[in-house]
Nanobody, 122 residues
């Protein structure tokens, strides 16, 4: 049984930091491209960052320079370090185990974390 279990998140003031974690089981974690998505009510889920199985990384323009994605294959875990948080970063965040397409972009797979709320507010 595949599980992606997220932890972290919560309420933080603007300019603050949070770290999200996503621990995977039931998959060969090291071969997957791992992505972090976020979603706000009434909007589509958007890809925030991803890290390939070779540890190449890519970020949405809105988070570049503030967020860092990393992975620990020994722990089957992917992380999202979020610094200099802004109110517009408020969203439900989801991790995903996917693949890369021929152009190297992350393609969402069927495995998702349960989601965790991040609220940036004073």
């Amino acid at each position: 049984q595949v599980q992606l279990v997220q932890s972290g998140g919560g309420l933080v003031q603007p300019g603050g930091s949070l770290r999200l974690s996503c621990a995977a089981s039931g998959i060969i974690f090291r071969v997957y491209s791992m992505g972090w998505y976020r979603q706000t009510p009434g909007k589509q889920r958007e890809l925030v960052a991803y890290i390939t199985h070779r540890e190449g990384t890519n970020y949405a323009d809105s988070v570049k320079g503030r967020f860092t994605i990393s992975r620990d294959n020994a722990k089957n875990t992917v992380y999202l370090q979020m610094n200099s948080l802004l109110p517009e970063d408020t969203a439900a965040y989801y991790c995903n185990a996917g693949q890369q397409d021929s152009g190297g972009l992350h393609i969402a797979g069927p495995y998702w974390g349960q989601g965790t709320q991040v609220t940036v507010s004073s």
